[in-house]
């Protein structure tokens, strides 16, 4: 009597185990070949089917991964960018608080002082949040990305697309601009 018992998943391994009580092997030899070839192209089969599922395994795993690493770096930017609205509110803030210390027909000098502290303080408070200015030098290149040409004048001493003069300063949040520089640029 032959019994074959078929155990297919053990381990992640095929296996056919053969129980070959009262079992004649020289008059069946042919029978037990033909067992064994056919045990050869089940496992070859399972092996096959076994890469596929694993293929299959290891790229959802990297989309996984790739979504994870996707969604973390937007977390971040989000982070990074969510004062962006209020940063942008304080901007008139910070100039008018500059502009009143530039002027010099103010007689109390503890108010001025109340107001330089003030300003120091909000602006180390923008520091912290990475919030920077841009104030570009005269005779610098003009770069559109960060500055805002409000007009133009025609200077022969300068170089054409420089900045002539500064109007207002602007500001950045880690490299994306809240705000570009107002500059008046040269052009001959």
Request: proline share 2%; hydrophobic share 40%.
């Amino acid at each position: 009597m032959l019994n074959i018992e078929f155990n297919f998943l053990k381990k992640n391994k095929f296996f056919l185990n053969y129980n070959l009580n009262d079992f004649n092997y020289k008059k069946n030899f042919n029978f037990f070949n033909y067992i064994i070839l056919l045990n050869n192209k089940i496992f070859l089969f399972y092996k096959k089917y076994n890469i596929s599922i694993k293929e299959k395994y290891i790229r959802c795993w990297a989309e996984f991964e790739n979504y994870k690493k996707k969604s973390l770096d937007d977390i971040s930017k989000s982070y990074k960018y969510s004062i962006e609205d209020f940063s942008e509110n304080l901007l008139p803030v910070i100039d008018s608080l500059e502009s009143t210390l530039n002027n010099k027909f103010h007689e109390k000098e503890e108010i001025l002082e109340g107001l330089r502290l003030t300003l120091k303080i909000f602006i180390n408070i923008l520091n912290k949040k990475n919030i920077k200015f841009i104030l570009p030098n005269i005779k610098e290149r003009f770069d559109p990305y960060k500055h805002l040409a409000i007009s133009t004048l025609s200077c022969v001493n300068m170089q054409d697309n420089v900045i002539a003069n500064v109007l207002q300063k602007g500001y950045s949040i880690s490299e994306r601009i809240l705000r570009p520089a107002l500059v008046v640029v040269n052009k001959v």
